[in-house]
């Protein structure tokens, strides 16, 4: 038996198993629970457990804030998203990633007027520039 499997907890890992099997550290996870992204069972003496599927619901968080959604989005669309599978079309889910796309792209839009800028700033630099300075 792994010795950071909790014994007598049947298919439920400690915090610390479930931070070395997904990469993510326990801090991390603590904060997951915080934002109720996770929610662990709680033994008698205040240990949290976690079910096997926490694995695959701490790879989904990953997943959805390495896509630019915030722990408030996730935690609003969670209930779209099954363990396994795509996140569901609800409306929740749905409306959240409408808002987050469109705020990337107002984003990409205002980094490409600054790389135009930025751009036609070099080139009039170096159109200018003294070949003998160099």
């Known amino acids: 038996m792994d010795a950071k499997v909790?014994?007598?907890?049947?298919d439920h890992?400690?915090?610390?198993?479930v931070a070395r099997r997904t990469g993510v550290a326990a801090r991390l996870l603590r904060y997951?629970?915080?934002?109720?992204?996770?929610?662990?069972?709680?033994?008698p003496n205040g240990y949290r457990t976690y079910p096997e599927d926490a694995l695959r619901?701490?790879?989904?968080?990953?997943?959805?804030l390495?896509?630019?959604l915030t722990t408030d989005d996730i935690a609003a669309l969670l209930p779209c998203a099954p363990v396994d599978g795509p996140v569901q079309a609800?409306?929740?889910?749905?409306?959240?990633?409408a808002e987050r796309t469109a705020e990337l792209n107002r984003r990409i839009e205002v980094l490409?007027?600054?790389?135009?800028?930025?751009?036609?700033?070099?080139d009039a630099s170096l159109a200018h520039a003294d070949p003998s300075a160099s």
């Open 90 to 97: 609800c409306e929740m889910s749905v409306r959240v990633m």
């Open 6 to 10: 909790k014994p007598g907890a049947g």
């Open 13 to 17: 890992m400690l915090i610390g198993e």
């Open 57 to 64: 619901t701490v790879e989904r968080i990953r997943e959805l």
């Open 32 to 43: 997951y629970e915080e934002q109720g992204l996770l929610r662990p069972h709680r033994d």
């Open 112 to 122: 490409d007027r600054q790389r135009a800028q930025l751009t036609a700033q070099l």
């Open 66 to 68: 390495a896509a630019g």
